[in-house]
């Protein structure tokens, strides 16, 4: 089995009583079915890295853990509707009797790993539309700030998706006003949406 990294004992050491036999498992499950993994914490969460890639990535929220695996959309391609519906489960894991079975993790563990293959051919990457519109909260928010107006217009097309679909991605209206205040106030101040995340990686 690869080496396993102190620093991911110690996220999963930290993590609330309920995500801590999902993490390990999951965690278990990918060192049995890979055995040359390598492990490293990236944006404060736990990778697993095959062929120096990305192989999948772990993480614990409030209420929930989630398995998220680098090449998703083909796995999610080549295995078909049933692989669209256990990854989508794997992404909200709140229990871990919740979890896929073992035989059923390695299946996708085992194609995650022949995506990284250096000798594997990969398609061609589809295009994603950049189109998009900003929605009408959002903008008058941002209209009665004129510093976070200005900065907003001066962002790249792909920083003011990155808030435009954090915010439309809002369940509820008391999250959406939540967030657009919370964006509102970091964009007059120059930042992205993943400004936390981005400052992580470079330290």
């Given at each position: 089995?690869?080496k ?5 004992d ?10 801590k ?17 390598v ?5 404060g ?8 890639r ?112 954090w ?16 964006a ?6 120059g ?5 936390k ?7």
């Amino acid at each position: 089995m690869g080496k396993k990294n102190p620093k991911i004992d110690a996220y999963i050491a930290k993590a609330r009583p309920y995500a801590k036999p999902i993490l390990k498992r999951l965690r278990t499950v990918i060192h049995k079915t890979c055995p040359k993994v390598v492990e490293d914490i990236k944006w404060g969460a736990p990778f697993y890295l095959y062929q120096d890639r990305v192989l999948c990535a772990t993480m614990a929220f409030k209420a929930h853990a989630a398995l998220v695996f680098w090449k998703a959309a083909l796995i999610k391609k080549q295995s078909g509707k049933k692989a669209v519906a256990d990854l989508r489960q794997m992404r909200r894991v709140a229990d871990v009797s919740e979890l896929i079975s073992d035989r059923k993790l390695a299946a996708y563990i085992k194609l995650a790993m022949h995506l990284n293959e250096p000798t594997t051919k990969l398609p061609p990457r589809e295009k994603r539309s950049t189109s998009f519109k900003v929605p009408g909260d959002l903008t008058k928010a941002l209209r009665a700030n004129s510093k976070a107006n200005a900065q907003f217009k001066a962002f790249s097309p792909s920083k003011k998706k990155d808030y435009v679909f954090w915010i439309i991605a809002a369940k509820t209206q008391a999250t959406r006003d939540t967030r657009i205040e919370t964006a509102v106030k970091w964009i007059a101040q120059g930042k992205s949406r993943n400004w936390k995340y981005e400052m992580k990686k470079k330290a």
